[in-house]
T-cell receptor, first 113, second 113 residues
Framework: GDSVTQTEGQVALSEEDFLTIHCNYS??????LFWYVQYPGEGPQFLFR?????EKGSSRGFEATYDKGTTSFHLRKASVQESDSAVYYC????????????FGLGTTLQVQP | NSKVIQTPRYLVKGQGQKAKMRCIPE?????VFWYQQNKNNEFKFLIN????????QIDMTEKRFSAECPSNSPCSLEIQSSEAGDSALYLC???????????FGEGTRLSVL
């Protein structure tokens, strides 16, 4: 079945460091891909999505490019801030056209000042 | 601020008790989702609706889970006989259509003692 794999469970950085969180997916066709961020005590917040090969999504300084060849949608940010500390989830739109999302296990980002 | 409203924020039940939580979707959003997020951050899709009709649901194998989205009333998720393993964050989300990224509420945290 469809699945999402986030390689890093936890990432620790200092402010102004470059961030990469790896996301790979397994699905047929061209599923829509999403990034969400979740802060403690809150629900997930949508960052951006992409649905075509080579399409780039971006928001709040974060970006990711849909790569059908490597089945990836890696999240990147050039310079992280302490306020970016949160859990980041990659998700894909499941088959069946019902809108259901399949989430990865999340990556906890901790940014030190 | 438009958003998805979930009540209550916290729910404590004893094993065997009924647990009911409610969700008011974003105004104008006909598609509503319920997810369960466990303590390991894993998301489990439960069910989604378009207007009052079920689009997709898990096998609700336990038969203890039921959900509805009646017209002109909040959506609801009910667990008939709570078990310790049901302790989790229950997230409601809504979207304008099946392709748009869902907007999540802050969740109802259920603790079954």
């Amino acid at each position: 079945g469809d699945s999402v794999t986030q390689t890093e469970g936890q990432v620790a950085l200092s402010e102004e460091d470059f961030l990469t969180i790896h996301c790979n997916y397994s699905a047929s066709g061209y599923p829509a891909l999403f990034w969400y961020v979740q802060y403690p005590g809150e629900g997930p917040q949508f960052l951006f999505r992409a649905s075509r090969d080579k399409e780039k999504g971006s928001s709040r300084g974060f970006e990711a490019t849909y790569d059908k060849g490597t089945t990836s949608f890696h999240l990147r940010k050039a310079s992280v801030q302490e306020s970016d500390s949160a859990v980041y989830y990659c998700a894909l739109g499941g088959t069946g056209n019902t809108g259901k999302l399949i989430f990865g296990l999340g990556t906890t980002l901790q940014v030190q000042p | 601020n438009s958003k998805v409203i979930q009540t209550p924020r916290y729910l404590v039940k004893g094993q065997g008790q009924k647990a009911k939580m409610r969700c008011i979707p974003e105004k104008g959003h006909p598609v509503v989702f319920w997810y369960q997020q466990n303590k390991n951050n894993e998301f489990k899709f439960l069910i989604n609706f378009q207007n009052q009709e079920v689009l997709q649901q898990i096998d609700m194998t336990e038969k203890r889970f039921s959900a509805e989205c009646p017209s002109n009333s909040p959506c609801s998720l009910e667990i008939q006989s709570s078990e310790a393993g049901d302790s989790a964050l229950y997230l409601c989300a809504s979207s304008l259509n099946r392709h748009q990224a869902p907007l999540f509420g802050e969740g109802t945290r259920l603790s079954v003692l």
